[in-house]
């Protein structure tokens, strides 16, 4: 099978049902930004990867994160039906809590900066908040947009667990 298909060459892609749209089309832009969050989450898989201290089960909720992005952007591509749980968001939540009974309490607002890792954790939130305005535009599922919500917590929280495990000192917002 050729990768190249050459149906897209004017700008139009198809949906799952075979429909033809406009790569323009707020349905390709939403499915089209949850991909690059789950690109930029495998960046940050193969960061972590590579890092002094390895984190196994973050891989591994990581990659199942990835796997749940797939299964929205299939939901995004189909219109109509949903690809998502509410059992999903819980678990999200249960890593959500695990990882903030480790690090000390939030106090202030703290910039998006520190370790590779953790910039990377944060570029990861961003992305998966545009995605979630996104899908607010195309009235998706309540669960769906939960889903949104939790992971891009558990990206902001992740960020400061992983700064917290490698000794990394949080910067806080120094309002003018």
């Known amino acids: 099978m050729a990768i190249y298909t050459k149906t897209g060459d004017k700008g ?15 349905r390709i832009e939403a499915y089209g930004t949850v991909d690059e969050l789950n690109s930029w989450i495998g960046l940050l898989r193969a960061g ?11 891989d ?7 796997n749940r992005l797939f299964n929205l952007g299939a939901a995004l591509s189909l219109a109509p039906g949903e690809w998502v749980s509410s059992a999903d ?3 999200i939540e249960v890593w959500i809590d695990e990882m903030q009974a480790i690090v000390p309490k939030l106090h202030a607002f703290i910039l ?10 944060q570029i990861c939130r961003t992305i998966c908040r545009r995605a979630e305005r996104k ?27 992983l700064g917290y495990e490698n000794d990394e000192k949080e910067e806080t917002w120094k309002r003018d």
């Open 60 to 66: 591994e909720q990581l990659s199942w994160m990835q």
């Open 135 to 161: 899908m607010i535009a195309l009235g998706c599922s309540d669960e769906a947009m939960q889903l949104m919500n939790r992971i891009s917590d558990y990206l902001f929280v992740l960020a400061r667990y």
């Open 89 to 91: 968001v819980q678990q």
């Open 112 to 121: 998006p900066a520190g370790s590779e890792c953790v910039a990377r954790c």
């Open 48 to 58: 972590l990867k590579t890092s002094a201290i390895r984190f196994q089960p973050t």
């Open 12 to 26: 139009e892609t198809s949906l799952a049902n075979g429909e033809r749209i406009s790569k323009a089309d707020a």
